[in-house]
């Protein structure tokens, strides 16, 4: 059973950054694709990004490609997601998630999710 922890989400100002951190509690993580997703008020819940279990490989939702940076820090078992450039559009309910692809059915671990909301 591998448990995610998200963290660092909070109240930023549109233009602003974030950066979230998503900590595994188990070296089995290693072998998992990583991937953030995030559920806007009122919808679905949605792919952001994807890096691979090397960390050599990433894809990006349109929405925010250019703007969030996937990574990841294997030595650590945690994945971050370095957001710039926020706009209001982007607060949201952020989930990290330990997964085979870039679906929500492919996903085999979820965390509890963290809160980013941008001011205009």
Known sequence: QVQLVESGGGLVQAGGS???SCAASART???YDMAWFRQAPGKERAFVAHTSWSGG???Y???VKGRFTIS???AKNTVYL???NLKPEDTAVYYCAATLGITEADVAYWGQGTQVTVSS
């Open 82 to 84: 370095q957001m710039n």
């Open 57 to 59: 490989s990433t894809y």
């Open 61 to 63: 939702a349109d929405s």
């Open 72 to 74: 990841r820090d294997n």
């Open 29 to 31: 993580v290693f072998h």
């Open 18 to 20: 974030l950066r979230l």
